[in-house]
């Protein structure tokens, strides 16, 4: 089995914190539609897929047009399994019951919709484009059309957040009664508009205790409702783990078509230009223009324990080597005494408190 995925980089307008490659050229969505289906003509998946991801950017803003060609080619050239899980990002205005029933009759099962937050202030902060009204009307139209596996995604440690505000937007969140909820603190990486206000001074990095306070209060709200804290940002209902990253903890090799798009096969990993003009040039001229490096025994070691140690099953450490598992349980024993990972027979895994701190546990454990 094998996953695949698929970068749609177009946004009618960029967020604030976001630092995956995009464009708001959409004038160049024909073409990025036909460099796209002719990338997946190159590269006819030789396993079955079990998974299907289009991801972004925003998904959403191709044209219903464009997607029935999109899917035409993914079918095409790919044994897609008959119970595939085949998610579409997309952005709550966005969602139309004329899109929600052409994505239907394409196998989509399952939406994911950045809600982020339900506070009109701080979706203006983060240049959303829609307003929390229309999550819930999104919500209710992808309901009406027969979608019975629907994901948000949430955000917090906003400047100026309290930890009253969090759990406002928390109660807001479970009100939709949406079978997958993934939360992110809010990043300010290098590069974007979010991290230039943060040096020029206009805005502050949200305190380390009040974000473990409002790390802890979100576990506790959506564990009494029944959701599955499966891994370090992800709930979920019994049964709706999101197979698709699921496979990329579990080591599983996966397809990364479209600009930036990146691919793994176990023995490689490889990623393709991230820039859209030379992705379709390179397209058009029947040329994949990529990069790729190969995994040796320590990067194999590494990728596994910081995919594994994700998720609340962790690392299984049988399929280490005797001389990787005596490694790691040795660098993993003063992170055993101080409470942060637990070791249970061949399971290796973060506590409560490590999920937390997840990644200085991991620097500890992998090779250098």
Same mark, same amino acid.
């Given at each position: 089995?094998?996953?695949?995925?698929?970068?749609?980089?177009?946004?009618?307008?960029?967020? &604030? %914190?976001?630092?995956?490659?995009?464009?708001? $050229?959409?004038?160049?969505?024909?073409? *990025?539609?036909d460099?796209?289906?002719?990338?997946?003509?190159?590269?006819?998946?030789k396993?079955?897929?079990? !998974?299907? *991801?289009?991801?972004g950017?925003t998904?959403?803003q191709l044209s219903i047009?464009q997607?029935?060609?999109?899917?035409?080619?993914? *079918?095409? %050239?790919?044994? &897609?399994?008959k119970?595939?899980?085949v998610?579409?990002?997309?952005?709550?205005?966005d &969602?139309?019951?004329?899109?929600a029933?052409v994505?239907?009759?394409?196998?989509?099962?399952?939406?994911?919709?950045?809600?982020?937050?339900?506070?009109?202030?701080?979706?203006r902060?983060?240049?959303?484009?829609?307003?929390?009204?229309?999550?819930?009307?999104?919500?209710?139209?992808?309901r009406?059309?027969?979608?019975?596996?629907?994901s948000?995604?949430?955000m917090?440690?906003f400047?100026?957040?309290?930890?009253?505000? +969090?759990?406002?937007d928390?109660?807001?969140?479970?009100?939709?009664?949406?079978? #997958?909820?993934s939360?992110?603190?809010?990043? *300010?990486?290098?590069g974007?508009?979010?991290?230039?206000?943060?040096?020029?001074?206009?805005?502050?990095?949200?305190?380390?205790?009040?974000?473990?306070?409002?790390?802890?209060?979100?576990?506790d709200?959506?564990?009494?409702?029944? %959701?599955? #804290?499966?891994?370090?940002?992800?709930?979920?209902?019994?049964?709706?783990?999101?197979? #698709?990253?699921?496979?990329? +903890?579990?080591?599983?090799?996966?397809v990364?078509i479209?600009?930036?798009?990146?691919s793994?096969?176990i023995?490689?990993?490889?990623?393709?230009?991230?820039?859209?003009?030379?992705?379709?040039k $390179?397209?058009?001229?029947?040329?994949?223009?990529?990069?790729?490096?190969a995994?040796?025994?320590?990067?194999? %070691?590494?990728?596994?324990?910081t995919?594994?140690?994700? !998720?609340?099953?962790?690392?299984?450490?049988?399929?280490?080597?005797?001389?990787?598992?005596?490694?790691?349980?040795?660098?993993?024993?003063?992170?055993?005494?101080?409470g942060?990972?637990?070791?249970?027979?061949?399971?290796?895994?973060?506590?409560r408190? $490590?999920f937390?701190?997840?990644?200085?546990?991991?620097?500890?454990?992998?090779?250098?």
């Amino acid at each position: 089995m094998a996953g695949l995925y698929i970068h749609i980089p177009f946004c009618k307008s960029r967020c &604030v %914190y976001c630092g995956f490659y995009s464009t708001t $050229g959409l004038t160049l969505r024909e073409k *990025y539609t036909d460099a796209v289906c002719q990338e997946l003509s190159m590269r006819r998946s030789k396993a079955p897929v079990s !998974t299907i *991801y289009l991801g972004g950017g925003t998904p959403s803003q191709l044209s219903i047009k464009q997607l029935r060609r999109l899917f035409d080619a993914i *079918y095409i %050239y790919n044994k &897609v399994e008959k119970d595939a899980e085949v998610t579409i990002e997309m952005n709550p205005d966005d &969602v139309t019951e004329e899109l929600a029933t052409v994505l239907q009759q394409l196998g989509v099962n399952r939406v994911s919709m950045g809600a982020q937050t339900f506070n009109e202030e701080r979706l203006r902060f983060l240049r959303r484009r829609h307003s929390a009204k229309q999550v819930y009307q999104a919500v209710e139209t992808l309901r009406q059309t027969g979608f019975r596996n629907i994901s948000i995604d949430l955000m917090y440690g906003f400047p100026d957040e309290t930890l009253e505000d +969090w759990e406002a937007d928390i109660k807001e969140a479970l009100s939709l009664d949406v079978e #997958h909820i993934s939360t992110y603190c809010l990043m *300010y990486e290098e590069g974007t508009p979010l991290y230039q206000l943060l040096e020029q001074g206009k805005v502050a990095e949200t305190d380390e205790e009040l974000e473990r306070q409002m790390y802890d209060t979100l576990i506790d709200r959506l564990e009494a409702k029944g %959701y599955e #804290h499966y891994e370090i940002s992800n709930f979920a209902k019994p049964g709706f783990r999101s197979r #698709h990253n699921s496979s990329y +903890w579990k080591g599983i090799p996966y397809v990364g078509i479209g600009a930036a798009a990146h691919s793994y096969d176990i023995k490689t990993r490889s990623w393709n230009i991230a820039d859209i003009h030379q992705y379709i040039k $390179g397209m058009e001229q029947g040329e994949r223009l990529y990069e790729s490096e190969a995994l040796d025994e320590n990067t194999r %070691y590494n990728d596994t324990v910081t995919v594994a140690l994700r !998720t609340c099953e962790g690392l299984d450490l049988s399929k280490l080597t005797p001389k990787q598992r005596t490694y790691c349980l040795a660098n993993a024993q003063r992170h055993l005494d101080a409470g942060l990972l637990k070791h249970n027979g061949d399971q290796l895994s973060l506590t409560r408190e $490590g999920f937390f701190v997840s990644d200085m546990v991991m620097s500890d454990l992998i090779l250098v």
